[in-house]
Structures are given as structure tokens and as C-alpha cells.
């Protein structure tokens, strides 16, 4: 009897709980079709119905707004038809349907939730399908939980929590957790041409709690992005500073850069377009760690990876197929880098603990593989004839010191403390290369060649036991070097890449992958701002001479730098919402760093954005009373002024959509009233119910409910 009356009561303070939060919400579906104002004060609204943000409406969502859709059981293949929508518009997982605008912009204190109504595991909602007649949305510090796709009838699959099919939109310092996908670009029919506009996704974090059984994992993964347009207009997607836990992403044409990726089965998909017209994708300074494979590449046109930090655990950290690619400054570690290009070029790059695999015209200068030991320090050329040299590159302490199926020249290369010298039977030529080993049969001295013991060889480096493979004092590495004429300007930490560094009078290329004594190149570093503003701007896209090997990315505070050989430059900057720009005739000069300073003018204009919340709700300032409240069949509203300033004072109903204007004028600091006869602007008597009054002045509004009986 006890455990029966302690199960009622549970039950009883289950159903009242139940039944104060059903009360205290807002249900909200159907079409909106006035702009409307979603605010914390009437958290939280409910969406048991679809909703439809009609098109020329916007939809506003104010900082702390919780909004909960209803959600529907996605844990076999066949609860499909859970997120399949109706010709109608009816589904039993809800969604947010947008041929209008939505600007959902909260505050990094106060987020806007959306997740799903029933915390029950394994439900989802839907997601909010933006149309391809909808105006560029903008989500600013939005938290999304649980959300999964919809079908929407014969036309379209929309994934995640936002699907995009106008091609444009902003995405800044959002979580996505729990979703299936976090943000999708598809293709539209309705376009001739699948061309991506002004799209930036920045400072987002997408993850998941292990706790979590997102059905279709096992058929394809999670995705937090995917760019599936094929084109980008001139500026490219930003995909800048996000973190992704376990999720990956497909991008295409972006400029990709300081983003986070650990424990996915692919870091990032970087499909470039199949069309001549398109752009290529900037890969810049992003740290990927423990995914099956970091970098998949793949399309027609150009991708650059520099500056990437790439780890794994004898997984694929980078494959490229069928691209040009520049590959640059990049650290591997613990895996396979496969490159199979009709044309690239493969510089500066650290191998840690790995395996390079080339097919194709693959150009190689001053890059170091080490600690190799199931793999070959310097190339695997199994499957191409082409002639071509590998130049100024150093295989330390591998398992086999190259590939001799190879059939190109190796020029000033070092092979050191190597287990092994080749696996397979070729002809590649030596020429200028220190060895510890004698030259096996098949392969050709092409002259200069320098064989070392194992003491002498201690003496090449200065710290070979602790990877400090820079050239000692004295090394006989320094201007031994063969000097060829299509050398690349920079050793391997950005030093002049032919000195004299023997002292002798004459400049000669050192032999491995550091010149020793050469002076750094130039460095160029600098801020750029808002033209009008003077706010930074974060993320540019900059290209001195219009060269894309030498390219960088401003970071998040618009501070941006660049080392170049002497020269003079003309220095391009790209960005989405701005206007490109160039600087020119920048000096550059070796061993000096040339700052500048830079303005760019923005072409978007956000003047219109939500006011920020600490502003909105102020009652000290603002007093308001309300008699008779119930009221029927007029009440009075009572307010003070804090000070002159424009006053708005209307009437909204249940759903957030503006009904009333009673007060739009400039008022002096005071005490007003106005009536209001239950009446909206077009002299129409409303429903009984709840309203909500508004008052807005200068920085500060107010927000309180009425009850209007009839």
C-alpha cells in the first residue's frame, strides 16, 4: 500500500508539473505571415504543428528563447516514414519550413535553444528547411539538440538541423549536438546553376554524447557540414574555427581554416567542382587528430593544404585523387600520405612516422619523412613512369630508406639510420644525395654523391637523436648540393633556400632539406578592420601576386602574416560580405618583417540584427501596469518614459505575430496611457485568449501578458 501511494504521488506531481509547463507555453504551427518576434518572456514555444515562415516574413528570435518541437522515434530503417512530410505539410516529426527569413541571434550568456519536445532516446525533430525562395538566415549563438532529416515528399531529403537550398547564409558560434548532420547545402532544381553566394560557418561546435544512437551512423556516418553545390560564387565559403567531435564534413570551393577534428571517420571530404568555372578550396591551419582519414580529396580543380596539422594512428591522413594540388608546411604524423595528381607539388612538409605514396607528376622540394618504420621515408612510386626529380628531402630512421621502383632523379637528398634500402628492383638516378649505404645494383650515380659510417653521419645534424635535423657547423651537407635551376626559394623552416654557407664567396644549395646560416625570409604581418567601423575582420582570404603556394588566413582577430622571398607585391584580400581589395607594391625584404594595416568595407548590411539582450528587458527602466487585466471590453495601459526617445508600443498574440499598433511616435520623458478595445490594425475584433503587449524605447522595451474575456 505504501509503494501504490508513493507511486500516485510521483504520478500526481508528474501530471501537474506536466500541466504548469503545457500552461505557461506557447503552441505554435501553421504559417506566419507578418513579421513576428519570438521572445524569452513567453518560453517556451511549443511546435506541435509544422510551422511555415511565409515568404517577405521574418521571423526574429530574441537571446534565451527556448523553442521545442515535436519529435518522432528514429531507431529502424522503416520509422522513415516519422519524417516523411505529407503533400499537405503534415509529419509526425515537426519542422520549420522558411521562404521567408529567420535572424535567430542570441548571445554567448543567453543562447536560443531548439531541440526536440519528448527527452525520450532515439527521438528527433525534423529540421528548418530553408527554400530556395527564402532570403539569406542568419543563426548566431543558437544551441540545436536532436535533430535528424525530413523527406519532403517527391522533391528533396533535407539532413540536420538546417538545410539550405537559397545558398547563402551565416552560421557563427553555434552548438549542434546530437544531430545527424549539423548544417546542408543541396542542390535546388530550380537553379540553372548550383552556385554557392555569401556562405560563412564560423566558431561552431558540432559533437554528440556517447550515449547517443543517431540511426544511419553505420550508413554513411555523421556529417556536421556538407557543401554539396558543386560551385562558389567569387567569395568562397568560410569554414573557419569550428570543432568537430566524431563528425565530418563535406566541403567544396571553401576556404577552410583553424578548425578542430578529432575522432571522425573523415576529417574533411574536400571534393572540388566538376565545371571549369568553379574555385578551389584553401585548406589552412586546421588540427586533425585520430580520424580514419583526415583529408579525402577528390574533382578537377585546384586545392592548396597548407599549414594543416594532421595526426592519426596508422590510419590515411591525406588522399588525393584526380586534383592539382599544392601541399605546403603541413606536419603528418602516424599514417599514409597518398597523392595520385597529374600534377602537384609536395613541399615542406614534415612525415612523422609514416608512408608517402605518389602516382602522377608529383613535384617534391625540402620535405623530411622520419621514424618510418613500417613505412618508406622517402616516396612509394609503384604505379607511375613518369621521369621527374625529388629534390633537397631527408629520409631519417625509416623502415626502407626509398622505392626504387622510382625512375626519376633524387637530387641532394639524405638517407640516414634507415632499416632497410629498397623493397623493389628500379633505376632511379642519385646525384649530390649522402647515404650510409652503398648504392644498390640498378641505381645510377649521377655524380656528388657522399657515403657517411654512422659516426660521421652524427656529425651531418645538429641534434639527429632528438629530430633536430638542421645542418651542424661544419656539416658536410653545407653547399655540397647539386644546383639545379628549378629549386623552390624556401628550406623547410622558411630560411633562403641558396647561401653561402661555407663562407667561401660562392652560393651553393646545401644538401637536405635546411640551408644552413641562410637568413629567414621576409615576414609580412598586419590587422584588418572594417572600413567604417574600424571592428576586425577575421578570416580573409590573402594572396600575395595572386599566388596561391604563398597564400594565408587572417585569424580570428583579423592579424594575418606571411613570410615571402624579397620582392615587391600586390596583395589581394577575399571575404565573404565584403568587398575584395588589393594593397599594392607591398616591400618585402629578407630577415625584416613589413607590417600593414588594411581596410575592408563591408557589402552586408546587419544594422538590422536583434538588439542585445542585456538592452531588451529592463523594467526599472521601463514601468508598465495593465487594468483591468482580464479585461473585456477594453483595458488600459499604463507606461513611463525613462527619457524622450521613439516609443512602439503593440499588441502581439499567442503566436508572436504583431496584431496592434497603439503607440508609434516620439514621446517626452513621462507618464502616458492609451487604451485598447480588443480591436487589431484593420479594425477587426480579435478572438478572447492571451496577448501580450510591447513596449520599446531607445535601449529598453518591456514585455507582460494580457487576458482578454468575452
Partial sequence: MKRADKILKVSMMFFLFLSFSILSSIEVGGHLTEDTIWSPDNNPYIITSNLFVDEGVTLRILPGTEIYLSAAEYKKFWDFVNF???????????????????????????????????????????????????????????????????????????????????????????????????????????????????????????????????????????????????????????????????????????????????????????????FVSARSNYIYKNNIENCRRGLNIKGKDSVYVKGNRIIGNKTELLNAESVYLEISDNYFQGGYVNLSSPSSKYLKNTLNDGNLSTAGNVEMFNNCSYNGKTSYGMIEQAFSTNKRSINNNLSINNKYAFDSSFQGTYNNCI??????????????????????????????????????????????????????????ENSIATDAGFDTTGYFPADLENSVRVWDGDGDGISRIDIGAYEYGSPQLGKLTGYITETITGEPVDYVLIKPDNNSIYFTVADSTGYFEAQLPEGNYDLSFQRVFYESAVAYNIPVKNEQTTEISFNMKAITDFSFQSPNPEQIVDLKEIKTKCSPNPFNPFTVIYYTVPSDGEIDLSIFNIKGQKVKTLVSEFQKKGNYSVKWNGKDNHDDNLASGVYFYKIQTGNSSAVNKILMLK
Fill in 84 to 274: 516523411s512530410s505529407s503533400p499537405d505539410g503534415h509529419s509526425v516529426a515537426k519542422f520549420i519550413w522558411v521562404d521567408g527569413k529567420i535572424i535567430a541571434e542570441g548571445t554567448e550568456n543567453k543562447r536560443i535553444l531548439i531541440t526536440r519536445l519528448q527527452d525520450i532516446d532515439e527521438y528527433f525533430w525534423g529540421t528548418i528547411y530553408i527554400s530556395e525562395n527564402a532570403e539569406m538566415c542568419r543563426f548566431k549563438y543558437c544551441r540545436f539538440e536532436y535533430a535528424q532529416k525530413m523527406f519532403m515528399g517527391d522533391i528533396d531529403v533535407a539532413e540536420g538541423a538546417i538545410s539550405v537550398r537559397n545558398r547563402t547564409g551565416l552560421f557563427k558560434d553555434n552548438i549542434f549536438c546530437n544531430c545527424h548532420f549539423g548544417i546542408t547545402f543541396r542542390k535546388s532544381p530550380s537553379f540553372a546553376q548550383d552556385i554557392l553566394r555569401d556562405v560563412e560557418i564560423t566558431n561552431n561546435k558540432f559533437y554528440y554524447t556517447d550515449n547517443t544512437n543517431l540511426f544511419g551512423y553505420n550508413y554513411g556516418g555523421r556529417f556536421a557540414i556538407n557543401l554539396y553545390p558543386s560551385q562558389s560564387d567569387e567569395l568562397m565559403p568560410l569554414i573557419c574555427n569550428n570543432q568537430f567531435d566524431d563528425l565530418s564534413s563535406d566541403i567544396r570551393n571553401s576556404v577552410c581554416a583553424f578548425n578542430t577534428i578529432r575522432n571522425s571517420r573523415t576529417g574533411f571530404n574536400a571534393a572540388s567542382a566538376k
Fill in 415 to 472: 638517407f640516414i639510420g634507415n632499416e632497410n634500402i629498397q623493397e623493389y628492383a628500379g633505376t632511379p638516378v642519385f646525384r649530390n644525395c649522402i647515404t650510409d649505404f652503398e648504392l644498390p645494383e640498378g641505381c645510377i650515380d649521377g655524380g656528388g654523391n657522399i657515403t657517411v659510417d654512422s659516426s660521421e653521419a652524427q656529425q651531418i645534424f645538429a641534434d639527429i637523436e632528438n629530430g633536430d635535423f638542421r645542418l651542424a
